[in-house]
């Protein structure tokens, strides 16, 4: 059984209580991690407070040492990694491996940013000389959703590490082993203890004493709408930064003038991927009217031949959901469409056993149907005819959420209408839903504040100061 990682040390929560990892294909438990509470958050504030100055102070080549030391760890344990990630996720093997790839390659790739770690010098006659500085901000607090549970705690352990802060990771209850694996390769690594802190329990408890603790000074969260404007609201007594990388409703718009088996290949690839469990999945397709029918064949035909299955299996192309809520959510969210809409494929459960749920495209929605307004995170993707851009982009900008969209077309005074006008943090044109980490990632209106990734992402976990010196 797993423990947490605290000031360096593997340690069970303070009231002795653990919680049940289910593997999502077998609804086995597959192991047992701490339930912590707000003592253990504290203990655990209370251990990167202790380590923030001896790690702030370390040369910053060192501490990108300490990194890459990392990055090389995880590469050699990949394979192990990702069949730990399958168990408690559910993604297939080769999904996996990628995200345990990705991982090496953002702590890689902050590494790499060391030398941008800089302050400046002006001198001006009045004022002597003003120095800026760029310090730590303190003890961060990181928590990471289920959905891609290392990748994202990457997108947070970089660039925090990096630039001197220490850190407290909660990953989410139900996929925290991954998460805690990774972390006793950062102690083989040498990182120092208190430097790396990974917590395990509830959010409600564990999460909220973290966002509300009065020695965090930041918070990056990654997760629903609601639940970050919860956060925004909990730590602004105490006035604490914060990047929150919130839901989304991706639209992807497909013109007449597009490579048409390209955007069903990448409609298909953008809205299963992970099982339809990506905040940048592509959740809804407007197509135009002239070739909305040979679109949805190509559609239809792809997403029959997707293999659905245990993630350990080969040819496995799609997983199942990774937890009850979300299955149930998804049979709802169909069922009701059944009688408004037009299934042209899946539709149903496979299997008695699992979160397994087939694929479903729908067409025919009516526009203030539940798939095309609000967050659908599952293997569902809507269809919506429209006969001209300006209707697509309008429609693609009327829901609250504003991640990514795409658009696919070979026109570029259609592509840099659709860059111009579409509402989203992220714009791609003829491809939809990796993001490398040199590119900024976040959201607008309700998909959150603040970016994460990026060459910037440095500066967004430093403070500038300014000191005038005259002698």
Known sequence: ?????????????????????????????????????????????????????????????ERAGRLTRTASLVREETERLAALLVSEQGKPLREARDEIRGFAHILEYYAGLASSLRGDAVRTGAYGRIITEKRPIG?????????????????????????????VLKPASNTPLTTLAIGELFVRAGLPPGVLNIVTGPGESLGEALVTHPGVRKVSFTGATDTGRHIAEAAAPTMKYLTLELGGSDPMIVCDDADLDAAANGAVAARFYNCGQTCTAVKRVYVFSEIAERFRERVAQRVEEITVGNGMEKGVRMGPLSNAAGYTHIEQIVDEMKGE?????????????????????????SPDALPLREEVFGPVLPIVEVETLDEAITEANSTRYGLGASIWTNSLSRTEQGCRELEAGIVWVNQHLKI??????????????????????????????SILVRI
């Open 1 to 61: 059984m797993m423990k947490m990682l605290i000031g360096g040390a593997w340690s069970d929560a303070t009231a002795g209580r653990r919680l049940g990892v289910v593997n999502p294909a077998t609804w086995e438990e597959i192991d047992q991690v701490p339930l912590g509470g707000p003592d253990d958050a504290g203990a655990a504030v209370e251990a990167a407070a202790d380590a923030l100055r001896g790690w702030g102070d370390l040369p910053v080549l």
């Open 139 to 167: 003890v961060c607090a990181a928590i990471v959703p289920w959905n891609m549970p290392v990748i994202i705690a990457g997108w947070k352990i970089g660039p925090a590490l990096m630039a001197g802060n220490t850190l």
């Open 341 to 365: 809409a037009e299934i042209i494929a899946g539709g149903e459960r496979q299997g008695d056993r699992g979160w397994f749920y087939r694929p479903t495209v729908i067409c025919g929605c």
């Open 436 to 465: 490398p980490p040199e590119a900024p990632f976040g959201g607008v209106k309700g998909s959150g504040i603040g970016r994460e990734n990026g060459p910037g992402a440095l500066d967004r976990y430093t403070e500038e100061r």
